[in-house]
């Protein structure tokens, strides 16, 4: 917590303008010209908020920062926010985040900037490749502008999340449709092409409303020197919006690349190849981009992007079954230990230590610790699914449901969250809820791997077996490698009455883990369909041991309600509430 403290001390000197009000760099609040009284502890309520505006700072980080290692009862923060709140209306300038802390809405701003008004919706598709230029280089250089913009400390535009524009976009909807649907007031498209020796990205930008396009930038670059061309777009449009306005600008002008040494060049290319093979989710791929980001960090030790991809990369390997959880943590661990002052340069890693924390360590004070850290990050897919697991894993199914729903009104049309939020809904034991959620999204995404993996396996649990059979059986032919894939087919068979089919998927898996990891998490259910309690228990042993990540959210399954009462199910089940009576003694806070 001594980024937090550093970040009140580097406050407690500023001065803010915020809606009707001037917070002086002595602590005198202003409204007009009439002084509002603040108690100390609410001043540093304030600045605190102030200092992070827009992102999410946790009831931990405000109770570190305003009282230490002092112990206070659970509601001091509520009670300091209540007051601070009173304070400041008519204004409503702090929301209250469900589960997670409080959050500074108002557009907020530096004593002496200019004041602005809300910031515009900007969607940027991903950039289109022309011959002979590689396949991940347009749509990685548009990601990493859209992280650059959503990222900045003085954003200019609100960047819309990156799941849905890009699902809008595969789906051949074009700019300005893309931009009605997730009600952008601007779009940024780009085509990079390849010339003898160089790269030409031209980007244009669309007014939604009208479908005018109200500018166009062209950059030149040599094919060796494309490193950071996105921080040059972004500084760009900085300028542009800044100044108040867009204007048309046509002429290809050379990029100036700041990056001197080429191993750092280098490292940067190999970051953006890395990056777009492990997000295919293909066992392959994700071998493939894991070697790239090794090469990427190796190669420039400050990338920190490659370094945060890299922990990313092996958690999800670790859900989906392509590498052993205690090996994922490992990496995780040595990633994280490799960066001096982690809060401070690279907070994006603590999710990711927080799961290995809570999955791997069973040490849940940790995990709290890391989360709370790191809930003021903004949604992305990888970090919000990581919220949504710990919540999940903790049977705190309220709060995961709504981080989904939080974040689905961020990312619409993200189909891993529309299918998340039916499994929540499933462990929740909403069932009607959960079966409509199924049927929304076999509509919507019907071929995505989400839809597949938890439709299939809530609807042959509910009874629809031929559609999920369907559905399971699309998907392990897809993934042959995806072990949770093939186990829900299985289940989906045993439940339809095939069950000479499903004990013969069941047995192959076995074999194969003679000579490879297989996450055995779904498994249990496909035992419990065929009555063998015996099996079942076998497999929740062996995740269990493995550390598996999906192994506490298995104990709450209602597929696995046969196996309540049974003694070694039970000694499992107690698993958790040591670990919350632990951490509520270490922490000595109210959980």
């Known amino acids: 917590m001594d980024r937090l403290a550093s970040t009140l001390s580097d406050s407690s000197h500023a001065g803010f303008s915020f809606g009707s009000f001037r917070l002086e760099p002595d602590g005198t609040l202003l409204r007009g010209e009439t002084a509002v009284h603040l108690p100390p502890k609410e001043l540093a309520a304030l600045r605190l908020l102030l200092a992070h505006a827009g992102r999410i700072v946790s009831p931990l980080q405000l109770k570190q920062a305003l009282w230490g290692e002092v112990h206070v009862s659970a509601d001091s923060i509520p009670k300091c926010l209540s007051s601070l709140r009173s304070r400041l209306e008519p204004d409503e300038c702090i929301q209250t985040v469900y589960k997670r802390g409080y959050r500074f809405i108002t557009a907020a701003r530096p004593l002496g900037e200019a004041s602005t008004g809300p910031l515009p919706r900007l969607a940027i598709m991903p950039f289109a490749n022309g011959q002979t230029v590689p396949d991940h280089l347009g749509p990685a250089i548009a990601e990493e502008m859209m992280i650059r913009l959503a990222n900045a400390r003085y954003p200019v535009a609100f960047v819309l999340a990156r799941d849905s524009v890009f699902t809008l976009a595969q789906r051949g909807q074009t700019a300005q449709q893309v931009g009605r649907k997730l009600g952008a007031d601007l779009v940024m498209t780009g085509t990079l092409r390849a010339l003898p020796g160089s790269y030409r990205l031209r980007v244009e930008m669309i007014r939604v409303d009208d479908g005018v396009q109200i500018w166009v930038e062209d950059l030149l670059t040599p094919q060796d020197r494309i490193a950071g061309i996105e921080a040059e777009l972004v500084r760009l449009l900085a300028v542009r919006l800044s100044a108040g306005g867009l204007t048309i600008h046509a002429s290809a002008e050379p990029f ?66 392509f590498m052993a959880p205690v090996v994922a943590a490992d990496h995780v661990r040595r990633t994280a230990a490799a960066i001096p002052d982690l809060v401070d340069r690279a907070e994006g890693i603590l999710p990711a230590l927080g799961w290995v924390h809570f999955h791997v360590d069973h040490d849940l004070a940790k995990a709290i610790q890391a989360f709370s850290a790191s809930s003021h990050l903004t949604h992305d897919a990888w970090t919000t699914r990581l919220r949504v697991m710990f919540a999940l894993s903790r049977r705190r199914y309220e709060e995961g449901i ?150 506490f959210q298995m104990l709450a399954d209602p597929r696995l309600k046969p196996l309540h009462g049974l003694p070694e199910f039970e000694q499992m089940c107690a698993i958790l509430p040591r670990m919350e009576a632990d951490a509520e003694r270490s922490l000595g806070l109210e959980l």
């Not at 290319?269 to 070697?291: A, C, K, S, Y």
């Not at 960090?297 to 990369?313: F, H, K, P, Q, Y």
């Not at 077996?465 to 093939?486: C, G, I, K, N, V």
């Open 256 to 321: 100036v690349e700041r990056r001197k040494r080429p191993e750092r060049k280098e490292a940067y290319d190999i970051f953006l190849r890395g990056h777009h093979e492990w997000q295919t989710l293909q066992r392959h791929r994700m071998q493939d981009g894991l070697q790239h980001l090794h090469k990427a960090t190796e190669l420039d030790s400050s990338l920190i992007a490659a370094r945060i991809d890299l922990v990313n990369l092996c958690v999800t390997q670790a859900f989906y079954g």
């Open 402 to 551: 709504g981080l989904l729903r939080e974040a689905l009104d961020e990312d619409p049309f993200s189909p891993w969250l529309h299918s998340r939020l039916a499994w929540a809904l499933h462990l929740d034991g909403q069932a009607d809820a959960s079966l409509e959620q199924c049927h929304a999204i076999v509509e919507q995404f019907p071929n995505h791997e989400g839809t597949c993996l938890y439709g299939a396996a809530i609807l042959a649990f509910h009874g629809d077996t031929a559609l999920a059979t369907e559905l399971a059986r699309d998907l392990a032919q897809r993934s042959p490698y995806f072990d949770l894939a093939t186990a829900t087919h299985a289940y989906a068979l045993a439940c339809s009455g095939q069950k000479d089919e499903a004990r013969a998927i069941a047995e192959r898996l076995q074999w194969l883990s003679r000579e490879r990891f297989v996450i055995s998490s779904f498994m249990p259910a496909v035992y419990v369909a065929l009555e063998d309690e015996k099996a079942a228990l076998l497999e929740l042993r062996a995740s269990r041991d493995s550390r598996c990540p999906w192994f």
